[in-house]
């Protein structure tokens, strides 16, 4: 859904780029309503809604907003149609490493010694294994 609602932000900011403002309401009417198929199309995919664009004034403004305005919907915390970003990085370090525990708190590492590797971890995105 997330990946569909950025399709049509882009597509938006292309028609924005291009057009001029006297054609503005029917090119954003057209865009509504392919993101109305869109989103009825995948909605009977994914057994998932989302809302309708509710504005009686067609314009890039407007439709911009409203479709931020729904990505910020879907990615609240709480809903999990989506993977946090730590957990993906989390799992592939347990995945790619079988002494995973010996790194799992690299950011809250105190020490200094010439074996704790994890301030270049930090820096340099390198996972700890690797060294």
Request: aromatic share 12%; net charge positive.
């Amino acid at each position: 859904m997330e990946r569909k609602i950025f399709q049509h932000l882009l597509e938006l900011k292309s028609l924005q780029i291009r057009s001029s403002k006297v054609n503005e309401a029917i090119l954003v009417k057209r865009a509504v309503d392919d993101y109305h198929k869109s989103v009825d199309a995948l909605g009977y995919e994914t057994g998932a809604t989302l809302k309708r664009y509710p504005h009686k004034e067609y314009t890039f403004k407007n439709f911009e907003v409203f479709l931020y305005e729904t990505l910020k919907s879907i990615q609240k915390t709480g809903t999990y149609n989506f993977q946090n970003i730590s957990e993906v990085y989390r799992e592939a370090e347990r995945r790619l490493s079988p002494d995973y525990n010996q790194y799992e708190k690299a950011l809250q590492c105190t020490t200094k010694t010439h074996r704790c590797l994890h301030a270049a971890h930090a820096y340099t995105g390198i996972p700890c294994a690797a060294y």
